[in-house]
C-alpha cells in the first residue's frame, strides 16, 4: 500500500502565486520528510527536508510545514515562478540504517506567466 | 563534478531478452539504491547495496530481477526475460552513509522499454 499519500496530482497557478502541496503518512516511525523537484528526462533532486522535531523550514521561496500529530507535512513555494513548473515528490523515511526513501505519487505543478 | 551516472539513458528490449542497468555512484558513495518510475506514478524502493553486499530487497520482485554492487566497477540492475510491464524509468541514487540526513543523490535514470 501506499506509505506518503500526496494531493494533489496536479496544480495550476498564475506566476506569482503560492502552490500548496500536501502529503500524509501512517507509519509513527518515519522521522526525515524530504521533498523532491524533477524536471522531465531527469531525475529526482532534494529541494528541502524536515525531521519531526520542527513545525516549519523554510529555504529560499520554499516552506515545508509539519504538522506530527495530524501526520501530515506540506510545501508551500512563495511567489512561484514559471521555472518551478516541474513534478514534485515528498518522501519519508525512518532511521533503521537503511535511509531507503517512501515516495509519494507526485504533484505535476504548472507556473504560468 | 559528476554526479550519479546512469547508462544507457533509454533501452529498448524485446519482450524475453535480458535488460543490464548500470549505476556509479557519486565520487566517495559507497551506499547505492534502485527505484523504479511507472508514468504518473512516484519512486518505488526496489533494492539497497553496499559494496559487495545487498543489505535491503524487500521491494525487488522475487523472480527475474536482480542487483549487484561489485568492490571494483557500476552497479547492475539486471533484468532477465523482460515483460511489457518492466517498462519504467529505473533510478539509481546514492550516498556517502546511511545517516538520516545523508541526502540521496539521484541520477537521470535509464528509461527501459519492453516491445
Known amino acids: 500500500q501506499q506509505q506518503v499519500k500526496q494531493s494533489p496530482q496536479s496544480l495550476i497557478v498564475q506566476k506569482g502565486g503560492i502552490p500548496i502541496i500536501n502529503c500524509a503518512y501512517e507509519?509513527?516511525?518515519?522521522?526525515?520528510f524530504p521533498w523532491y523537484q524533477q524536471f522531465p528526462g531527469k531525475g529526482p533532486a532534494l529541494l528541502i527536508a524536515?525531521?519531526?522535531?520542527?513545525s516549519e523550514k523554510k529555504e529560499g521561496r520554499f516552506t515545508i510545514s509539519f504538522n506530527k500529530s495530524a501526520k501530515q507535512f506540506s510545501l508551500h513555494i512563495m511567489d512561484s515562478q514559471p521555472g518551478d513548473s516541474a513534478t514534485y515528490f515528498c518522501?519519508?523515511?525512518?532511521?533503521?540504517?537503511?535511509?531507503?526513501?517512501?515516495f509519494g505519487t507526485g504533484t505535476r505543478l504548472t507556473v504560468i506567466p | 563534478n559528476a554526479g550519479v551516472m546512469q547508462n544507457p539513458r533509454h533501452l529498448v528490449r524485446r519482450r524475453g531478452q535480458e535488460a543490464r542497468l548500470r549505476c556509479s555512484p557519486m565520487k566517495g558513495h559507497s551506499h547505492v539504491y534502485w527505484y523504479r518510475q511507472l508514468p504518473e506514478e512516484g519512486l518505488k524502493f526496489m533494492v539497497y547495496?553496499?559494496?559487495?553486499?545487498?543489505?535491503?530487497e524487500s521491494g525487488m520482485p522475487k523472480e527475474r530481477f536482480s542487483a549487484e554492487f561489485p568492490k571494483e566497477g557500476p552497479s547492475i540492475l539486471r533484468i532477465q526475460q523482460v515483460v511489457r510491464g518492466d517498462s519504467a524509468a529505473y533510478f539509481c541514487a546514492s550516498s556517502p552513509d546511511t545517516r538520516i540526513n545523508s541526502p540521496l543523490h539521484f541520477g537521470n535514470g535509464t528509461r527501459l522499454t519492453v516491445t
Open positions: 518522501a519519508a523515511s525512518a532511521q533503521t540504517g537503511a535511509n531507503n526513501l517512501f
Open positions: 524536515i525531521r519531526p522535531d520542527v
Open positions: 547495496l553496499q559494496k559487495e553486499n545487498i543489505i535491503d
Open positions: 507509519n509513527t516511525a518515519f522521522d526525515y
